[in-house]
């Protein structure tokens, strides 16, 4: 569900989000999509990050695509992502992003997508990101959970507690 509503409001991006998430009639949408003419179709979304009302991007098996008009027409972005299949997507209002891939590890851009690096976790399944206020990187794959806190050039296991490492999300 998206409400141009909470774009549209004079509230900060993240005040935005907060009263979205906590609007208590959400009206549940009809799951079947026909894409418009002319729009790219790459198969199946597995992940979805939202810069601000109009930047959204989504992890597909093709990659990364962007919208930058709030979903009205959508674009490749995949310059230097090597990995096809892209599950899990993290950014934050500064421009920052990470990929998690099935088997290819992390990837990251610093410039909203239009560019990614390999950042480590290589020949993972990362299916889960998550990014502090404080730039703390978290990541789950099948291995477990793993940290960076230098924006993704090194991870470290962060296992402590957990039953299983297997993480999903």
Known sequence: YWSSDVCSSDLSFPQRIQEFSAFPNAEILDPIYTAPPGAIVTGS??????????????????????????GEIWASVNTG????????????????????????GIYRSVD?????????LRNMHVQGLAILSDGTVFAGAQAGVFRSTDNGETWETFNNGLTTTFVRS
């Open 112 to 120: 909203k997508g239009v560019t990614w690096t390999q950042q480590g």
């Open 45 to 70: 979304v597995a992940a979805l990050a939202v810069q601000s009302c109009d930047s959204i991007l989504a992890g597909t098996n093709e990659g990364v695509i962007r919208s930058a008009d709030g």
């Open 81 to 104: 992502l090597a990995a096809a299949q892209v599950i899990a997507l993290a950014g934050d209002l500064d421009g920052r992003l990470f990929a998690g891939s099935a088997g290819g």
